[in-house]
């Protein structure tokens, strides 16, 4: 029996097309009251009156909740992965300091969501305000080296040979700087949050990317023992990173339910979104390459600046792929930060890479041009033999047999290289390519699989589904390794006291939650296998455990013909199931050994009419190497996401922020612009085949953030192409090609 591979439908999708599914927002509590924020008006300062008395009596109110009258919590120290290592979370409700427009700086609870809608509204607060700096670009914003840098992904500093001399001598350059706006989330789910104490005992169905740091995290805030905060959330309805962290509307729904005695329920507005979950930080770089008149680079530069809070240092990996993806003996990069008075962004699909590649790759084309070499051809003769900044192996690197198999799909060769050369009609046509790339995780996980009397097999995770599949790959998994039907598999995540997982994001949860059901699936079988030779009743009994074998889900004697014992066979004698709960992490040594990661090449078609400077993307064909693809219904799924992500970032997608107060002047759906079905194209996904026994034992890499990093260059690329106009800030503009 073969099961993973086989592209299979997702097993909880009758649940949401019919609406059975249960998101955050849909677990109503009898006796709930309903929650609404009161965001800053003031970029910057202190709050020096609140007029909440006149509200506390309005119809329906129940509690006004701000500095002076909250709980004062703990606030015990707790820091996950996923959280910034350097700084202090923002303490919401625990003084009178206003640290970045939109904090949170009251809270109303009402009856009603309409009474307490209208409450927060008439609530007046008065601020003594100072001039916020939200400008990266401002004179006055100091860079400053990451302090916990290259104690994470993100490095400060790395250098190999001499690249700034080797860049000055280079016989062909390019030195240019890269700019990308600032990114919101926007996941059709906004941020919920419905808190029920009992006791000292709090349950929060919270819409969650990483359950078990929730847990973590809330109980430190309230000194808690962990045990006693329980995380429920079984759907997502999208993510994208926003949901990774906890953030303070989880806190205030808690805070405010012991307030009140009463469940309370608290959902964002989205215009809240903007404010306090999160956002892809703006990105200023510098890329200089040398190369020979052959196109060997010689010199890579690559400085990058990404923007902070000042309450916490954000990081992500904005540089580290130039260290790995070219081959070339003189490289220098360089990450700052830049703090501003706004609140912490936050980990956004592809966080980093998608930055950091949009300006590698550019340069990269830039250079094609500058040389007279085909794109293809100039990334061919820099093909690495190894990671040459780790000095070490990949573990598995397809990148060419990606960038062959693409190119042949989308018909590369028929593009003529020419800027401003290919035409439909007026419109101006053009063809661009990039190179994709992102780390093959893993991260320590585990699962419990229960083996039933009727047949079925329960697993169980602590993970989180915001829209991969992962309800369905988990079940392929362990269908797999137990050898069961898919439909006798039920799988079962989104509760913090299930076996803990890490968060879901990252591009990890297949890697690392599927290992971990691997394993637990392997130890059931042991388990069976031990109690069926222990039963005098059975045919195995008196065996060797080495002697027998599974196979398709039932146990034997090697070698033997015999019909063998089902799973239901063995628990049926009992009646009790059969339980393993295991882990699984990788090696260390073969992390050490090997460098590991995901590639892929994009190619991106577009139209563009210069008359009115309109930029259509036709038709983007990616392909990639990822290793084992459990389900390629669900991994072109995947891709066909990150690509639309993509057209996002290269055409629509910008936080813009008022200098005066640090206001997001559109932070709603009219403004702030994402692709919608009539801005999406033809898009394709090819997989190349790639064994890498190296990652993990199932062989598969991440997926998730790799089909967006390369696609907003790949469209940059192929604007250039059509009009000429080499566009090198994100995302572009109707008035950036209008007089091309």
């Given amino acids: 029996m073969s099961v993973i591979g086989k592209p299979m439908n997702r097993v909880d999708g009758r649940a949401k097309v019919?609406?059975?599914?249960?998101?955050?927002?849909?677990?109503?509590?009898?006796?709930?009251?309903?929650?609404v924020i009161v965001s800053a008006t003031?970029?910057?300062?202190?709050?020096?009156?609140?007029?909440?008395?006149?509200?506390?009596?309005?119809?329906?109110?129940?509690?006004v909740l701000t500095h002076r009258n909250a709980q004062k919590l703990p606030y015990?120290?707790?820091?996950?992965?996923?959280?910034?290592?350097?700084?202090?979370?923002?303490?919401?409700?625990?003084?009178?300091?206003?640290?970045?427009?939109?904090?949170?700086?009251?809270l109303v609870v009402a009856d009603t969501l309409d009474h307490a809608e209208r409450a927060a509204a008439a609530l007046r607060i008065t601020y003594e305000s100072r001039q916020p700096l939200v400008d990266p670009t401002d004179q006055r914003a100091e860079k400053i080296i990451p302090e916990a840098a290259n104690r994470t992904r993100a490095l400060a500093d790395r250098s190999r040979g001499d690249a700034d001399t080797a860049v000055a001598r280079a016989a062909v350059r390019v030195d240019e700087t890269y700019d990308m706006a600032?990114?919101?989330?926007?996941?059709?789910?906004?941020?919920?949050?419905?808190?029920?104490?009992?006791?000292?005992?709090l349950t929060l169905w919270s819409k969650s990317q990483y359950l078990v740091n929730e847990q973590a995290e809330i109980a430190a805030i309230f000194g808690l023992p962990a045990e006693n905060v329980e995380v429920i959330c079984p759907f997502i309805g999208g993510a994208f990173g926003t949901s990774l962290r906890t953030w303070p509307h989880v806190t205030l729904a808690a805070l405010a339910a012991r307030h009140v005695g009463r469940p309370v329920k608290l959902v964002l507005t989205r215009k809240?979104?903007?404010?306090?979950?999160?956002?892809?930080?703006?990105?200023?770089?510098?890329?200089?390459?040398?190369?020979t008149p052959e196109g060997r680079l010689t010199g890579i530069i690559h400085e990058g600046m990404g923007e902070t809070s000042r309450y916490e240092q954000f990081m992500e990996a904005l540089t580290n792929v130039t260290d790995y993806l070219y081959s070339c003996p003189n490289v220098r990069t360089?990450?700052?930060?830049?703090?501003?008075?706004?609140?912490?962004?936050?980990?956004?699909?592809g966080p980093g890479e998608a930055s950091g590649i949009f300006a590698l790759e550019s340069a990269m084309d830039e250079l094609s041009y500058k040389l007279g070499i085909d794109p293809i051809e100039l990334r061919r003769r820099n093909e690495p033999q190894m990671d040459e900044a780790e000095n070490k192996p990949f573990s598995s690197r397809s990148l060419m047999q990606c960038y062959e198999l693409a190119s042949e799909r989308f018909g590369w060769a028929r593009r003529t290289p020419e800027p401003r050369s290919m035409r439909d009609g007026r419109l101006l046509i053009g063809m661009g390519a990039a190179t994709a790339t992102y780390p093959a995780f893993h991260a320590p996980a585990s699962a419990r699989v229960r083996l039933l009397a009727d047949g079925i097999a329960e697993v169980e995770a602590a993970a989180s589904d915001m829209g991969p599949g992962t309800y369905t790959s988990m079940t392929q998994v362990a269908a797999e390794f137990l050898g069961l039907p898919p439909e006798q598999v039920r799988f079962r995540l989104g509760r913090s006291d299930y076996p803990q997982t890490p968060s879901h994001g990252g591009s990890w949860t297949m890697a690392s939650v599927g290992s971990a059901i691997r394993a637990a699936c392997v130890e059931a079988q042991a388990q069976a296998a031990r109690r069926a030779v222990a039963d005098a009743n059975?045919?195995?009994?008196?065996a060797s455990v080495n002697d027998l074998e599974w196979s398709e889900g039932r146990l034997r004697r090697r070698g033997e013909a015999a019909t063998g014992l089902s799973y239901q066979d063995i628990v049926a004698r009992t009646g009790v199931p059969v339980e393993a709960e295991r882990s699984a992490e990788r090696a260390s040594e073969v992390a050490e050994r090997y460098s590991m990661h995901s590639f892929g090449a994009v190619f991106a078609e577009v139209a563009i009419d210069l008359d009115v400077g309109t930029i259509r993307v036709r038709r983007i064909v990616g392909a990639y190497g990822i290793g084992r693809v459990v389900n390629p219904l669900l991994a072109r799924s995947q891709c066909t996401g990150g690509m639309i992500g993509g057209i996002g970032m290269a055409l629509m997608e910008r936080t813009v922020l008022d200098a005066r107060d640090g206001r997001p002047v559109n932070a709603h759906m009219a403004d702030y612009l994402m692709p919608v079905n009539l801005d999406i194209p033809k898009l394709e996904a090819l997989f190349v085949d790639e064994v890498d026994p190296h990652v993990n034992p199932l062989g598969a890499k991440g997926l998730g953030e790799i089909a967006l990093v390369g696609t907003a260059p790949a469209?940059?690329?192929?604007?250039?192409?059509?009009?000429?106009?080499?566009?090198?800030?994100?995302p572009i503009h109707i008035e950036d090609v209008l007089t091309a």
């Fill in 182 to 201: 600032r990114e919101n989330h926007n996941p059709m789910e906004p941020h919920a949050t419905v808190a029920a104490w009992n006791g000292d005992r």
């Fill in 42 to 63: 003031a970029g910057l300062g202190r709050v020096t009156d609140i007029a909440a008395a006149e509200v506390e009596r309005a119809p329906g109110v129940v509690a």
């Fill in 18 to 35: 019919t609406g059975a599914a249960r998101y955050a927002a849909d677990f109503n509590q009898p006796g709930q009251l309903y929650a």
């Fill in 334 to 349: 360089q990450y700052r930060l830049t703090q501003l008075d706004t609140g912490t962004p936050n980990h956004m699909r």
């Fill in 76 to 106: 015990l120290p707790h820091k996950a992965g996923i959280d910034p290592a350097v700084g202090e979370r923002l303490h919401v409700l625990q003084d009178d300091n206003v640290r970045f427009y939109g904090q949170p700086v009251a």
């Fill in 715 to 730: 469209i940059a690329n192929a604007v250039f192409h059509a009009t000429g106009r080499r566009v090198r800030a994100l």
């Fill in 272 to 291: 809240q979104m903007f404010f306090t979950t999160g956002h892809r930080p703006r990105t200023r770089q510098r890329v200089a390459l040398g190369a």
């Fill in 538 to 542: 059975l045919p195995v009994f008196g």
